[in-house]
């Protein structure tokens, strides 16, 4: 992702969405543009009922569990009055200015597989105490095609990599490069982009 987002760059935009291709917007309604600080906008997904999910086994360290009371008052539905404890999620669809994104230095280069990176990107942009915007929850819906649901790559690992973010956003991420875009096809609605990222190190399956 910190491969596209450097070309994105030199294609002189200011904003950038991250957005998973097995979710599709449900609402033409939705605003695909970025705001003055970083939008959710993937947050109510068809197969979580359109909620913002509560997940219990979040791996909240004390640092983000700080944060999460700090911008508590962003994270409730705007029905039934849900309570996201889960407060850095922002997976599936995230738009986010060009700025923003240098600031919380990009996305981690050291998830692999499945699972994990987008946790740590919540966890910067409230680490710079950023407000996580979200769409109106009954505009902003979105369905997930159906697949197999793979998992974590190797959980326990990513839960101590997360319980760090916070400091490892200082080194790790678009600053460092760790890629190689070894060619670029220009499609008539976008770019494909091959990407050598290398090979995972031990303990990644």
Not at 56 to 64: A, G, K, Q, T
Not at 83 to 92: P, Q, R
Not at 93 to 101: E, G, K, P
Request: contains cysteine; aromatic residues 12%; proline residues 4%.
């Amino acid at each position: 992702m910190n491969a596209a987002f450097s070309f994105a760059e030199k294609l002189r935009v200011n904003c950038v969405i991250f957005h998973d291709v097995d979710m599709f917007p449900a609402d033409d309604r939705i605003n695909y543009g970025c705001p003055d600080t970083p939008r959710h906008i993937g947050a109510y997904v068809n197969t979580l009922g359109y909620r913002l999910a509560l997940l219990v086994n979040s791996p909240l360290s004390d640092m983000n569990l700080k944060l999460c009371i700090k911008h508590l008052f962003t994270y409730f539905c705007h029905f039934k009055l849900y309570l996201l404890m889960y407060a850095e999620i922002v997976g599936g669809v995230l738009a986010i200015r060009m700025n923003h994104f240098h600031a919380v230095n990009g996305f981690s280069n050291e998830f692999w597989g499945w699972g994990g990176e987008d946790d740590d990107m919540g966890i910067r942009i409230l680490t710079l105490n950023m407000t996580i915007e979200r769409p109106d929850a009954l505009i902003g819906r979105y369905v997930m095609l159906r697949h197999i649901k793979r998992k974590d790559s190797n959980n326990q690992l990513i839960k101590r990599m997360l319980k760090a973010s916070h400091i490892r956003m200082q080194w790790d991420g678009v600053k460092k490069l760790t890629w190689t875009i070894l060619q670029v096809v220009e499609r008539p609605l976008y770019y494909h982009l091959y990407v050598d990222v290398g090979r995972p190190p031990p303990g990644w399956h």
